[in-house]
């Protein structure tokens, strides 16, 4: 087995110990071997999108003056036929999105909204 040395901030490593005592795991590395089984379990779901999609993304980030989302909600606006953003604590956002278009579009959206770096949390549950 490969040994693999990663650099993580404070909350990244609670995280992961939390990970690893609430599923009674052995260490940090069977978390994060679960972690990547799981990050490759959500991206082969989010593989077959073929045709038109529906479903609800949903979205968790930092401040809302961040203008990131609206950003992609103009350039993907075509495939969102509902959008509901809401304040949480901390200075947080939650956009729920109906959407309904081609699956590749459904993805590129996904692609972008990851590579900003921004969301906390996203998630897409298709209908």
């Known amino acids: 087995m490969g040994i693999v040395s990663i650099s993580l901030d404070n909350e990244s490593i609670e995280s992961l110990d939390m990970i690893t005592s609430t599923l009674g795991l052995k260490g940090r590395s069977e978390a994060v071997r679960l972690a990547i089984r799981s990050a490759v379990a959500e991206l082969k779901e989010n593989d077959d999108f073929e045709g038109t999609v529906e479903g609800v993304m ?3 980030h930092e401040h809302h003056c961040n203008q990131w989302v609206n950003i992609i909600q103009h350039r993907y606006n075509d495939a969102i036929k509902t959008q509901m953003h809401s ?3 901390n200075g947080k956002c939650l956009e729920l999105m109906i959407i309904s278009g ?3 579009s459904i993805k590129n959206m996904m692609r972008e909204i990851q590579s900003t770096g921004e969301a906390r949390y996203l998630k ?4």
């Open 102 to 104: 081609e699956g590749d």
């Open 58 to 60: 949903i979205i968790v």
């Open 124 to 127: 897409f549950v298709r209908s």
């Open 87 to 89: 304040h949480l604590n």
